[in-house]
């Protein structure tokens, strides 16, 4: 299992951080982990809502790269399909969950379909359901992350494999 722990910062001053440990079972006990400094936005961290959108939808993106054992510079140098179409989703969901963007369906479409469309890749195919399902998952772990005092830790696990 990939974990993802996320630490809410103590100070103002300071950053949130997640960090992904890789599958230790199979990359062995010396699994490496990557720690990210979150923006302070006031919401769930970024790579939270990938691991959300990963988590609910059972893609493959940068959750499941980073775990897998490529650096941030690997992905962005071969963006593959899914992990495009899987960063879009995530950007406009979050927009939305930021309050930057209408909450409906249309417009999360709209604007992950922009940014597919601007890196040459096909358009993601989502129902209603699955946006649906996404936003509560989304709700439910923004919930937790507020709720956590200064210095507490979200613990999180997703499977190695996105869903066939």
């Known amino acids: 299992m990939i974990t993802l722990r996320a630490k809410k910062r103590k100070a103002p001053a300071e950053r949130d951080t997640v960090t992904i440990l890789r599958d230790a079972a199979r990359a062995g006990a010396d699994a490496p982990a990557w720690v990210f400094q979150a923006w302070n936005q006031g919401i769930l961290p970024h790579e939270l809502v990938h691991f959300a959108v990963e988590e609910a939808l059972g893609l493959h993106g940068f959750v499941r790269e980073i ?82 005092a200064p210095g507490e830790v979200l613990e999180l696990t997703l499977a190695p494999e996105a869903r066939a």
């Open 67 to 148: 775990a897998a054992g490529r650096t941030s510079e690997d992905i962005l140098e071969s963006l593959e399909v899914e992990v495009v179409q899987t960063e879009a989703l995530t950007n406009a969901l979050q927009y939305e969950l930021l309050g930057l963007a209408e909450v409906s369906n249309a417009e999360v479409r709209r604007a992950a379909n922009e940014q597919c469309d601007r890196h040459g890749v096909p358009r993601i195919e989502l129902t209603g359901r699955e946006l649906e399902a996404t936003r509560a998952r989304l709700r439910e772990l923004n919930e937790r992350w507020a709720g956590l």
